[in-house]
Nanobody
Framework: VQLQASGGGVVQAGDSLRISCEAF????????LGWFRQAPGKESEFVAA????????KYADSVNGRFTISTDIAESTVFLQMRRLKPEDTAVYYC?????????????????WGQGTQVTVSS
């Protein structure tokens, strides 16, 4: 499995941005695709996750209601639509995949990781 994230950028507070993660190799088995983020000097934190090919999502409290995770199975891509962005959303966002049906919020269950994409929200 290989994951390739893209779509980061610099936006202003209140703006929207969509980042993408193209997944290669999710053919057999059950997977959960997740987004994590890491701000400078801070620990990595869970953002959102979704079951691949099945229903079910989870969000961190800090983004619930503002962010939406979705998939395009035909394009093998998972999206994170971010709305009403805040300066505290500034971080490197990483996509990850877990061989699982349960949606985990802890990074230890995710075995495949893509490179990060930088999201910067200016005030």
């Amino acid at each position: 499995v290989q994951l390739q994230a893209s779509g980061g950028g610099v936006v202003q507070a209140g703006d929207s941005l969509r980042i993408s993660c193209e997944a290669f190799g999710l053919i057999y088995g059950r997977y959960v695709l997740g987004w994590f983020r890491q701000a400078p000097g801070k620990e990595s934190e869970f953002v959102a996750a979704i079951r691949w090919k099945y229903s079910g999502t989870k969000y961190a409290d800090s983004v619930n209601g503002r962010f939406t995770i979705s998939t395009d199975i035909a394009e093998s891509t998972v999206f994170l639509q971010m709305r009403r962005l805040k300066p505290e959303d500034t971080a490197v966002y990483y996509c990850a995949a877990a061989n699982a049906i349960e949606i985990f919020k802890t990074k230890e269950q995710y075995v495949y990781w893509g490179q990060g994409t930088q999201v910067t929200v200016s005030s």
